[in-house]
Nanobody, 116 residues
Framework: VQLQASGGGLVEAGGSLRLSCAASVPFFVINDMGWYRQSPGKQREWVASITSGGNTNYADLVKGRFTISRDGAKNTVYLQMNSPKPDDTAVYYC???????????WGQGTLVTVSS
């Protein structure tokens, strides 16, 4: 699975930003897709995921502020970031876990910087 992430950039705290992750395969071959993030000096942490059935899950740190969704026609998953905080500044990586392997494939990462 190849993944192409986009949408990162500079956003003010309290603003909004949408990340996109386009997969090279259709959703029916994927168990789940989502996002992790990594800040300087910190380990990569899970942010949100969506299953092939459309079930969503969020890390407590972003619950209520971020929304993950998908467009099956475009094989694309989105992360809508509302009311971001400076602590959300990180490189965001999308992943996809194919049913055949159950091993994450990773996108290239997109930098999100939230200014205070």
């Amino acid at each position: 699975v190849q993944l192409q992430a986009s949408g990162g950039g500079l956003v003010e705290a309290g603003g909004s930003l949408r990340l996109s992750c386009a997969a090279s395969v259709p959703f029916f071959v994927i168990n789940d897709m989502g996002w992790y993030r990594q800040s300087p000096g910190k380990q990569r942490e899970w942010v949100a995921s969506i299953t092939s059935g459309g079930n969503t899950n969020y890390a407590d740190l972003v619950k209520g502020r971020f929304t993950i969704s998908r467009d099956g026609a475009k094989n694309t998953v989105y992360l809508q970031m509302n009311s971001p905080k400076p602590d959300d500044t990180a490189v965001y990586y999308c992943y996809a876990r194919p049913r055949a392997t159950m091993i994450n494939s990773w996108g290239q990462g997109t930098l999100v910087t939230v200014s205070s």
